[in-house]
């Protein structure tokens, strides 16, 4: 079973930037394909970003394209969330999560998609 925890939220200007981690334990690392997704108060679970399990590929949503980047360290069993140009909006509780290293599915853009999930950490902009 994978297990997940996040690193890295906080408070932050609007126009800042953030790092956020996630360190992974279980099952090899480079097996899985990994993702970071967010809630806000009051709305459904975004995905924001996801990795293949080499880090060959990436994907985002398109309201984060640009200003936030994905990458993942299959030595150190970390995938990163680094965050620029935060905005008001971006305000959310994000989530690390993982696919299951049986699957073959190399890239999961629908967060219900994943199998296995982070605490969460509170990222808040201010304008």
């Known amino acids: 079973q994978v297990q997940l925890v996040e690193f890295g939220g906080g408070l932050v200007q609007a126009g800042g930037s953030l790092r956020l981690a996630c360190a992974a334990s279980g099952p090899t690392f480079s097996n899985y394909a990994m993702g970071w997704v967010r809630q806000a108060p009051g709305k459904e679970r975004e995905f924001v970003a996801t990795?293949?399990?080499?880090?060959?590929?990436?994907y985002y949503v398109d309201t984060v394209e640009g200003r936030f980047t994905i990458s993942r360290d299959n030595v150190k069993n970390t995938v990163y969330l680094q965050m620029n140009s935060l905005q008001p909006d971006d305000t959310a509780f994000y989530y690390c999560?993982?696919?299951?290293?049986?699957?073959?599915?190399?890239?999961?853009?629908?967060?219900?998609?994943?199998?296995?999930w982070g605490q969460g950490t509170q990222v808040t902009v201010a304008s």
């Open positions: 990795i293949s399990r080499s880090g060959g590929s990436t």
């Open positions: 999560a993982s696919k299951s290293p049986l699957s073959h599915t190399d890239v999961v853009v629908l967060p219900e998609r994943y199998d296995y």
